[in-house]
């Protein structure tokens, strides 16, 4: 008799248990503005329509420069987000990507918006071979390793010769007129940004993405659970690595020319560090958000302030600003705090 009670008692907590989830799904389901990302990327494609109207080539190139730190955040927040580990090196995906498809360009002629997913796999690959060995320190150990991985790139493409060492390399120009040249790489970068988002989005909220942030909470812990934690951070590392390489595979060819101190530099993995930190890491719209951020106010003070050290200075007085007030980022903040804005709640 005794049994059955206890049976039947530990029944209703688990009734209990899956009917109080099941609310808040319902919850955040109502919370969640899934329409919003898909009317402002509606919009953003209507947008080279302008171009009947006049020319708009600079508002094209600052979203098409803002939709390449957007998916490059994206990837690489899935990594440093999602499973906790900062990485300064993910500009060596960035030239992989970049000069995959744009010595192919140079070479066959073959464009790299079709070469791209290529390019990503490439960039995929190499990322998992050096996981597997970066990957077995953490913490400031972990960052300090991606910086010399950076480093030794950037020798390594200095001194290549096959690749136009230090020199770079010059791409055919697409023959289309100067006011819709731009229009192509506009499209899928575009189209590279959106599919990031997206997969970001399914990765948080698979069992593997859950493994992520179980790692970044406690990774011990997360092991003695049963995660096979170097599997799992090996394939964040890969898979961001993939996004990081296509965005990389078409700016090569949208710049129309390669050299190592484009891609190679510490500042492109910066940002998006910076980025997803201002914008909150860990989050779907949180990378998004600040790759818009940091790009419009770098875009700002230059306007202002000119080319110099001061438009820095004031970037950087504004971020540090921004993180005093909002310690987990823009949306992780506002989340936390329960006053996020139904438009920004893509989680």
């Given at each position: 008799?005794?049994?059955?009670?206890?049976?039947?008692?530990?029944?209703?907590?688990?009734?209990?248990?899956?009917?109080?989830?099941?609310?808040?799904?319902?919850?955040?389901?109502?919370?969640?503005?899934?329409?919003?990302?898909?009317?402002?990327?509606?919009?953003?494609?209507?947008?080279p329509l302008l171009q009947f109207t006049g020319n708009y080539n600079y508002l094209l190139h600052m979203v098409l420069f803002t939709a390449s730190y957007v998916a490059m955040a994206s990837g690489w927040n899935i990594l440093g987000g999602f499973a906790g580990y900062i990485s300064l090196g993910h500009s060596v995906f960035f030239a992989i990507g970049g000069y995959f498809s744009g010595m192919i360009l140079a070479?066959?002629?073959?464009?790299?918006?079709?070469?791209?997913?290529?390019?990503?796999?490439?960039?995929?690959?190499?990322?998992?071979?050096?996981?597997?060995?970066?990957?077995?320190?953490?913490?400031?150990?972990?960052?300090?390793?991606?910086i010399a991985l950076l480093m030794i790139a950037r020798i390594l493409f200095d001194n290549w010769e096959f690749i136009g060492g230090a020199n770079g390399v010059t791409l055919p120009v697409n023959d289309l007129p100067v006011l819709w040249a731009k229009v192509p790489y506009y499209y899928?970068?575009?189209?590279?940004?959106?599919?990031?988002?997206?997969?970001?989005?399914?990765?948080?909220?698979?069992?593997?993405?859950?493994?992520?942030?179980?790692?970044?909470k406690d990774e011990i812990k997360a092991e003695s659970a049963g995660i096979d934690t170097r599997?799992?951070?090996?394939?964040?590392?890969?898979?961001?690595?993939?996004?990081?390489?296509?965005?990389?595979?078409?700016?090569?060819?949208?710049?129309?020319?390669?050299?190592?101190?484009?891609?190679?530099?510490?500042?492109?993995?910066?940002?998006?560090?910076?980025?997803?930190?201002l914008g909150g890491k860990g989050t779907i719209a949180g990378p998004v958000i600040g790759a818009i951020l940091i790009v419009a106010l770098n875009e700002l003070f230059v306007a202002t302030m000119g080319a110099s050290e001061i438009n820095i200075l004031g970037t950087g007085m504004v971020m540090a600003a921004g993180l005093m007030f909002f310690p987990l980022g823009l949306v992780g903040t506002l989340a936390r705090k329960g006053k996020l804005p139904r438009v920004l709640n893509w989680d």
């Open positions: 008799m005794a049994v059955t009670l206890q049976q039947s008692s530990a029944s209703a907590v688990v009734e209990a248990r899956r009917a109080h989830n099941e609310k808040l799904v319902r919850k955040a389901d109502q919370t969640r503005a899934t329409w919003f990302p898909l009317v402002i990327l509606a919009a953003l494609a209507a947008l070479r066959y002629g073959i464009s790299t918006i079709i070469t791209a997913p290529l390019a990503g796999l490439l960039a995929a690959v190499v990322g998992y071979l050096i996981g597997m060995v970066t990957l077995k320190v953490r913490g400031p150990s972990f960052i300090i390793s991606s899928a970068m575009l189209a590279i940004a959106a599919f990031t988002i997206w997969a970001s989005y399914r990765i948080k909220h698979s069992k593997f993405g859950l493994g992520l942030r179980a790692i970044s599997f799992y951070k090996v394939m964040a590392f890969a898979l961001s690595a993939f996004f990081v390489g296509m965005a990389g595979a078409v700016w090569g060819e949208y710049l129309t020319y390669l050299r190592p101190n484009i891609f190679l530099v510490i500042l492109v993995s910066a940002n998006l560090v910076l980025m997803s930190i």
